[in-house]
């Protein structure tokens, strides 16, 4: 009998980061590219806000036109090298470099279900920063896709947003994981059947920070999926994850705290084991099914 892909057994378990203010504090332009430039943040982003005031830009778009045609940055260009550089300037919030991935993992390999079954995890981000920066990060290897802008080069100079991701179109990227077609060139608008799609959206988890992240996490909950909101663990709740729970767009929430024992991680696995026993059922029912029919 032919042996069942992981596509058909639906057996690929995905979480999905936004990435300032979850898995970094502040704001990956501000922590790097700001401080190498001696940018006041304030100011940039006064600009950045008067581009959509004044001339009806896309927010997003309007930040990345700066990076582009301020005067500090047409004098030194942000080049792939220098951000590449940058990268490794990036904080994170405590346990993320300090074995959150690989304790996550062992965590799963001692689930009878995840052997049984052979369920594997996948880690994603979508973020409105930079890619270029993200690709050079610590934690990159850890990640199956990154999804955030990115620039068009000539002679080593951007020119242009060859992508812009922002609040409302992050959720293309939610479906772009479900239905397993992760590169740009591949078209999702195409009717897919729930049993067809390699990650179905009950085997995700979403996990955000604030208003940007209410499009993703109402996809999700809609969709039968999983939402957790994090804040920084150094401060008070804020009323905008507290708005997430009250209208539901969140399950849960925590501090952005991702060590051991933490209250996050203690959410995560009680959430990923609520998903390993959903798939179990239901590949042991398949089974049993099967059994019935080539012995009925």
């Known amino acids: 009998m032919k042996k069942k892909s992981a596509k058909d057994l639906q057996n690929i378990i995905a979480i999905v980061?936004?990435?300032?203010?979850?898995?970094?504090?502040?704001?990956?332009?501000e922590e790097t590219i700001f401080r190498e430039y001696g940018i006041d943040?304030?100011?940039?982003?006064?600009?950045?806000?008067?581009?959509?005031?004044?001339?009806?830009?896309?927010?997003?778009?309007?930040?990345?036109r700066l990076l582009i045609s301020d005067p500090v940055f047409k004098e030194r260009p942000l080049d792939r090298k220098?951000?590449?550089?940058?990268?490794?300037?990036?904080?994170?919030?405590?346990?993320?470099?300090?074995?959150?991935f690989r304790q996550l993992t062992?965590?799963?390999?001692?689930?009878?279900?995840?052997?049984?079954?052979?369920?594997?995890?996948?880690?994603?981000?979508?973020?409105?920063?930079?890619?270029?920066?993200?690709d050079g990060a610590s934690i990159r290897k850890?990640?199956?896709?990154?999804?955030?802008?990115?620039?068009?080069?000539?002679n080593g100079r951007p020119v242009f947003p060859k992508l812009v991701i922002n609040d409302t179109n992050k959720t293309q990227f939610l479906f772009r994981i479900n239905k397993g077609k992760l590169e740009l060139s591949e078209g999702i608008n195409q009717h897919m059947p729930a049993g067809k799609r390699r990650i179905p959206f009950a085997n995700m988890i979403y996990i955000g920070d604030g208003v940007t992240d209410v499009p993703s996490m109402t996809v999700m909950n809609k969709s039968?999926?999983?939402?957790?909101?994090?804040?920084?663990?150094?401060?008070?709740?804020p009323r905008?994850?507290?708005?997430?729970?009250?209208?539901?767009?969140?399950?849960?929430?925590?501090?952005?705290?991702?060590?051991?024992?933490?209250?996050?991680?203690?959410?995560?696995?009680?959430?990923?084991?609520?998903?390993?026993?959903?798939?179990?059922?239901?590949?042991?029912?398949?089974?049993?099914?099967?059994?019935?029919?080539?012995?009925w």
């Open 82 to 100: 220098t951000l590449k550089r940058l990268a490794t300037q990036l904080p994170y919030y405590p346990g993320v470099t300090q074995g959150y």
């Open 240 to 295: 905008e994850v507290k708005k997430m729970i009250a209208e539901k767009r969140a399950e849960h929430f925590a501090p952005a705290d991702f060590r051991r024992g933490s209250l996050l991680i203690k959410i995560l696995h009680r959430t990923l084991k609520q998903i390993i026993h959903s798939i179990s059922f239901r590949l042991s029912s398949r089974r049993s099914s099967d059994w019935v029919r080539r012995h």
């Open 41 to 64: 943040k304030r100011k940039f982003w006064a600009k950045s806000r008067a581009l959509v005031r004044q001339k009806g830009y896309e927010s997003t778009l309007a930040y990345l």
């Open 224 to 237: 039968g999926g999983h939402a957790i909101a994090v804040y920084d663990p150094n401060g008070k709740v």
């Open 17 to 29: 980061y936004d990435f300032d203010g979850t898995l970094a504090p502040g704001n990956m332009q």
């Open 142 to 154: 850890h990640f199956k896709k990154i999804y955030a802008c990115e620039y068009d080069y000539e």
């Open 106 to 134: 062992s965590f799963m390999n001692k689930i009878p279900e995840v052997r049984e079954w052979g369920i594997t995890v996948e880690h994603y981000i979508i973020s409105s920063g930079l890619s270029e920066l993200l």
